[in-house]
Structure formats: structure tokens, C-alpha cells
């Protein structure tokens, strides 16, 4: 019954490794989004997709590729993880993309060693 | 400067206190979203509102647009209130702004 879910719940993993973090929402909603929450509790968006388009796209390093291979999943994956990206990752969905109120997963938090 | 400023950082009340917690953001918007972080790290949409108020059970929300400032209010607060409160903007399409945050602390 949840909502939105995401896997691994925790991810701890060696620099230079490649990961991936998937996020399946069981609402219907058209719009998915990833953000990275670091050590300070500091929010921020990375990607939004709506109908499996890129629509929101931050100054995020290319080593991070986000796929949706349907309304239902945002993936992300990690390309050569650097220590800096252990943080939480919470995936959220909203009915549409303009301004509606989101729900978001437990998070992921990844710890790069 | 961040474009949205929360304050306070940190707040401590006493149970059944009224509590405030300003939004201030700098940029045009199109939508306001007040979120609140349980300790256990879980994230929930409290409100979103463009104009107005908005009232939910013990949570009351308002946003001034001229003066590009909300608060939220919580009456009678609880224990269980405790968490960190996040204010965040939509501006220019999508895009979407966080504050900082400010951690809330109900002591029975």
C-alpha cells in the first residue's frame, strides 16, 4: 500500500562505484522527482520528470543519470561515487508538475566510504 | 543568501504553547509548500497555497504575496509535533527552492 517506495532503503558502498536507487510510485501521478538531502538537512532538487520527460534538470554532476522507464519509476543511477554524494536521496511524485502538493519516500541514505 | 530564509532555526516550546514559523523568500513564486521532517527522517506535504490561508486541524498556514512572506502556525502544539518544518517556493515554471529549515522541539 505505500505510496511512494524506494530500494535500497540504505546503500553503503565504495568510492569509485557505480549505484543505482529506484523509486516506483503506485498514485497515478504524471511527475516524479529526486532530491539529495545532505549532512546539514539542506533540501535540494536534482531532476523532475513528467510523463517520463526530463522537465527539471539542476546543476548536478553528470555522474548522475536519472531514467524513468515508465510515469510509475525515476531511477537514479550514480556513475564513479565520490565521497561527497553520501547524503539521503528522497524520491516524491505529484498529481501534475505544476505546484501540487508532493509525497514523498522514505529516503535512501547512501554512505560513500 | 539563500532565496528562502526560514526563522527560527530552532524553536523550543512547552506543550500546548502557540507556535509561529516564518517563510521569507525573495524571488517570485507561484505556489509556497510547507513540508514537516519527522526525527525518523520521513518527509510530509503540510500544505501548498498560492494566496490565503489554509487550515488543517492544529496547522494554519498563511502566505502574503506582496510582502513575500509566510507562517506557519501550530496551536496547541504536542510532543508529537517535534520535527523539523520546511518551508519551500515553486518560481520560475518549476522550479522548486528550499529553505533551511527550522527544528522544532515540544516539551511535554
Known amino acids: 500500500d505505500t505510496a511512494v517506495s524506494q530500494t535500497p532503503k540504505y546503500l553503503v558502498t565504495q568510492m569509485g562505484n557505480d549505484k543505482s536507487i529506484k523509486c516506483e510510485q503506485n498514485?497515478?501521478?504524471?511527475?516524479m522527482y529526486w532530491y539529495k538531502q545532505d549532512s546539514k538537512k539542506f533540501l535540494k532538487i536534482m531532476f523532475s520528470?513528467?510523463?517520463?520527460?526530463?522537465?527539471i534538470n539542476e546543476t548536478v554532476p553528470n555522474r548522475f543519470s536519472p531514467k524513468s522507464p515508465d510515469k510509475a519509476h525515476l531511477n537514479l543511477h550514480i556513475n564513479s561515487l565520490e565521497l561527497g554524494d553520501s547524503a539521503v536521496y528522497f524520491c516524491?511524485?505529484?498529481?501534475?508538475?505544476?505546484?501540487?502538493?508532493?509525497?514523498f519516500g522514505p529516503g535512501t541514505r547512501l554512505l560513500v566510504l | 543568501k539563500n532565496e528562502v530564509e526560514q526563522s527560527p532555526q530552532n524553536l523550543t516550546a512547552q506543550e500546548g504553547e502557540f507556535i509561529t514559523i516564518n517563510c521569507s523568500y525573495s524571488?517570485?513564486?507561484?505556489?509556497l509548500h510547507w513540508l514537516q521532517q519527522h526525527p525518523g527522517g520521513g518527509i510530509v506535504s503540510l500544505f501548498m497555497?498560492?494566496?490565503g490561508k489554509k487550515k488543517h486541524g492544529r496547522l494554519i498556514a498563511t502566505i502574503n504575496i506582496q510582502e513575500k512572506h509566510s507562517s506557519l502556525h501550530i496551536t496547541a502544539s504536542h510532543p508529537r509535533d517535534s520535527a523539523v518544518y520546511i518551508c519551500a517556493v515553486y518560481s520560475s515554471g518549476s522550479r522548486l527552492t528550499f529553505g533551511e529549515g527550522t527544528q522544532l522541539t515540544v516539551n511535554p
Open positions: 498514485l497515478g501521478h504524471d511527475t
Open positions: 520528470y513528467n510523463n517520463k520527460e526530463l522537465i
Open positions: 516524491a511524485s505529484s498529481q501534475d508538475w505544476a505546484a501540487e502538493t508532493q509525497y
Open positions: 497555497l498560492s494566496s
Open positions: 524571488v517570485g513564486i507561484s505556489a
